[in-house]
């Protein structure tokens, strides 16, 4: 499948991650993570890994799209709660906010 990432057009396969992740350990996860196998990994390190990039070319939404497109399980950050759209939209819009 093709996936864009950091403007670089990649073809990836799951086949393809699954064994370029092969034999690498699991960083710390302190944001998005990806599971593989049965090992869970953050998405930043499955990017630079698979892409062959420094980690700051590259946004966390942009593996996470590519991912799951792949039919891989992706989790949010630790302690991060689901945005509430109302909300968000309210405050973007510069209206009332929704607290209460």
Same mark, same amino acid.
């Given at each position: 499948?093709?996936?864009?990432?950091? !403007?670089?057009?990649?073809?990836? %396969?799951?086949?393809?991650? %699954?064994? &370029?992740?092969?034999?690498?350990?699991?960083? @710390?996860?302190?944001?998005?993570? =990806?599971?593989?196998?049965?090992? %869970?990994?953050? =998405?930043?390190?499955?990017?630079?890994? *698979? %892409?062959?990039?420094?980690?700051?070319? #590259?946004? &966390? $939404?942009?593996?996470?799209?590519?991912?799951?497109?792949? $039919? #891989?399980?992706?989790?949010?950050?630790? $302690?991060?709660? @689901?945005?509430? @759209? *109302?909300? !968000? &939209?309210?405050?973007?819009?510069?209206?009332?906010?929704?607290?209460?």
């Amino acid at each position: 499948m093709r996936c864009i990432i950091a !403007n670089f057009a990649f073809d990836l %396969t799951a086949r393809e991650v %699954t064994e &370029a992740m092969t034999g690498v350990s699991p960083e @710390p996860i302190t944001g998005p993570s =990806v599971r593989i196998g049965r090992r %869970t990994y953050p =998405v930043k390190q499955v990017g630079a890994v *698979v %892409t062959r990039q420094d980690r700051r070319d #590259f946004t &966390a $939404g942009e593996i996470t799209r590519a991912m799951t497109r792949l $039919g #891989f399980t992706c989790f949010p950050a630790p $302690g991060a709660t @689901p945005a509430d @759209p *109302v909300k !968000n &939209a309210s405050g973007l819009l510069g209206g009332p906010s929704q607290e209460g």
